[in-house]
Nanobody, 116 residues
């Protein structure tokens, strides 16, 4: 399984982006039972989990993004999404997705840059 993130870009503060994560070559029986997360890694900082979604679609968010970001999934397409609204300069980071247990090899991530 290969993870490929996309959807990043340069946006002004207050703007929105939707990030996508494709678990390529995954089969539904592998993808669907797993909990998935979106992680951010800001320059000079460690990668941190900011949103997660369980196999039952329960969601949890870091305080820094709560109320602004929404994680959701499409099992039939083996995709995980992150809707990002009301973006702030401090959201600037590279964003990655991965399973929460037994993480896969990390994908390239997608760069989000928020201009203040």
């Amino acid at each position: 399984v290969r993870l490929v993130e996309s959807g990043g870009g340069l946006v002004p503060a207050g703007g929105s982006l939707r990030l996508s994560c494709a678990a390529s070559r995954a089969i539904t029986s592998f993808f669907a039972p797993k909990d998935w997360g979106w992680y951010s890694q800001a320059p000079g900082k460690q990668r941190e989990l900011i949103a997660k979604i369980t196999s039952d679609r329960a969601t949890t968010y870091a305080d820094s993004v709560k109320g602004r970001f929404t994680i959701y999934r499409d099992n039939s397409r083996k995709m995980v999404y992150l809707q990002m609204n009301s973006l702030k300069a401090e959201d600037t980071a590279v964003y990655y997705c991965n399973t929460l247990e037994d993480p896969l090899e990390w994908g390239p991530g997608t760069q989000v840059t928020v201009a203040s």
